[in-house]
């Protein structure tokens, strides 16, 4: 195992330079698909940030990306992860639940719910918006074929619903209107990928449908792959998500490799105005009030709902919307 | 002359013992650690998650596709396997080396490449669409699919039996009066059948569980156009491993029912 070799290696330097301050760290960094750029930029931040106070250590964080169930499944199996950076707070309640490696008031131990940075759902269309789609109402008229991941596999997809549901419920006035809303909304989807990446290369590659439902960041990257605003274009509905995709350290397994203290590091220092900016260069909308201001322009203004205060949080709305027999099973499988 | 025979490899017993761990450990533990876990539910339990109505759509259409699958590939595979041993012709040794690429592509990339030519807007799709009808997310799509992935098993499995049959049989059972359907029907096919039956049988059972090329083209639409292996996962995207071994589990039963219904049947053929 590497984690012995390295254990072995900083001890032996220990041992034979003399010197207990200098240390190797490797940092497990478990996170899921569409942060991948953004965590290959901070890395190289954080390690000059901490060879600042601590010059003679050397620093390696290794990242890890996938679906943000599957990934949290790997922690709980024995991935040796010393943070997690998931799409939703309700995987790592998963990972406290199961794994038993963090404990259950995980999200209280950082600022802002353990969320650092947040995202949202907007509408991607193809140029000149052909179906002239400006809002969710549009989705469902006639004609129009919207692109969405399976919600019950995709962290992502579970915003979009609930973006949806939102704007039903704002629209419709109640419960039975929003189900009514998101239901005739799925009638116009034809493809329901397994993640936001195979939803992404559905409408992108294989031109299927009029609008996918993305995360601002994902939609702002395929905009930015060559020639993506000679295709497509982002729309703004008039109501969205607070997308939340939270941060922490895993306990046990941070401990065993001593890596307590640099993981929690890790995580603080994106809280800070360097981390802060590295986030808002990629597309993820900023915390810290002053990078925001600085960002203004990137991301239009609308009005969020969000998971806590409008759905009582990932434990009441997993259950009630995604679990069998919830609300996403019934439109399918209710006549 | 009655002599012991001694077998090339010695040790009866070191063999078989070699035998039995290895199947444990390479198939009876981890396939029996599922049978245990989905004994954690009670038979109400169990018969509630294997009988809900999505999962009896994607066991319906995942067997049938396969089955599908298996079937086309039963012909043309033969068809193939006939051209490679009875004819010698240009470029026969690669086209005989290609009938394994589909084994040696990840199956991903298999479904992704699939999906983009027969999406609606695809390079073949757009005929179907023209013609009016759709192949990608359709069962239509995770037949084709399926029939790209199996396709060696037949082929494979035929092959060295043909090439083993001499074409003098052919020729006598000819001069003997027999026409070539007569030939085909009473000469080739009993020889064949019981290697074709374990061809068929292997595409099948690989149909079954097939998940990595079959997602991308498929839809996965509730009630629609989602395989089983599917449900499979999004139970375990819930964190719910019991619903996931219990859908297992029947797969497992249902296909090896099948597997030895077809075992039967071949045995029956072999000895008449």
Sequence with gaps: ?335 | MSRRTSPVIPGFGLTLGYTLVYLSLIVLIPLGAMFVHAAQLTWEQFWAIVSAPRVLAALQLSFSTAFYAAIINGIIGTLLAWVLVRYTFPGRKIIDAMIDLPFALPTAVAGIALTALYAPAGLVGQFATELGFKIAYTPLGITLALTFVTLPFVVRTVQPVLADIPREVEEAAACLGAKPLQVFRHVLMPALLPAWLTGFALAFARGVGEYGSVIFIAGNMPMKTEILPLLIMVKLDQYDYTGATAIGVMMLVVSFILLLLINLLQRRIETP
């Excluded at chain 1, 419920?169 to 009638?187: C, D, H, I, N, R």
């Design chain 1, 1 to 335: 195992m590497s984690i012995r070799r390295y254990a072995l290696a900083a001890l032996a330097s220990a041992v034979f330079a003399g010197s207990a301050i200098a240390k190797d760290y490797e940092l497990l960094n478990v996170s899921y698909d569409p942060t991948r750029e953004l965590y290959q930029q901070y890395n190289a931040e954080f390690i000059k940030h901490w060879q600042q106070a601590h010059p003679d250590d050397k620093v390696k964080i290794q990242q890890s990306h996938g679906g943000s169930g599957k990934q949290g499944r790997a922690v709980i199996d024995g991935l040796r992860a010393d943070v997690v950076a998931l799409a939703l707070a309700g995987d790592i309640d998963e990972i406290a639940k199961l794994g038993k490696t963090l404990p259950d008031n995980w999200q209280t131990r950082l600022p802002d719910a353990s969320t650092p940075y947040t995202s949202t759902i907007v509408f991607l269309v193809r140029k000149g918006n052909p179906k002239g789609i400006k809002d969710w109402g549009d989705l469902v008229k006639q004609d129009v074929s919207v692109i969405t991941p399976n919600p019950k596999t995709s962290g992502g997809a579970r915003w979009n619903f609930l973006a949806a549901w939102a704007y039903g419920l704002k629209a419709g006035g109640s419960e039975a209107k929003a189900q009514a809303y998101v239901k005739s909304l799925y009638q116009h989807v034809p493809v329901l990928d397994t993640g936001a990446r195979g939803s992404t290369i559905t409408f992108v590659n294989n031109g299927q449908g009029d609008v996918l439902l993305a995360w601002e960041n994902e939609a702002f990257l395929a905009l930015k792959e060559d020639g993506g605003t000679d295709k497509f274009e982002i729309i703004v509905p008039s109501l969205s998500i607070l997308a939340e995709p939270p941060v922490a350290v895993v306990d046990k397994n941070a401990e065993k490799k001593g890596n307590e203290q640099i993981a929690e590091a890790y995580l603080k220092h994106l809280y800070s105005p360097a981390g802060q900016k590295i986030a808002a260069e990629n597309f993820y909308r900023p915390r810290d009030t002053k990078v925001a201001a600085e960002y203004a322009k990137q991301f239009p203004k609308l009005d969020l709902v969000t998971i806590d205060k409008d759905f009582g949080g990932w434990k009441t709305a997993q259950p009630k919307f995604f679990n069998d027999g919830g609300v996403f099973d019934q439109i399918y499988t209710a006549h």
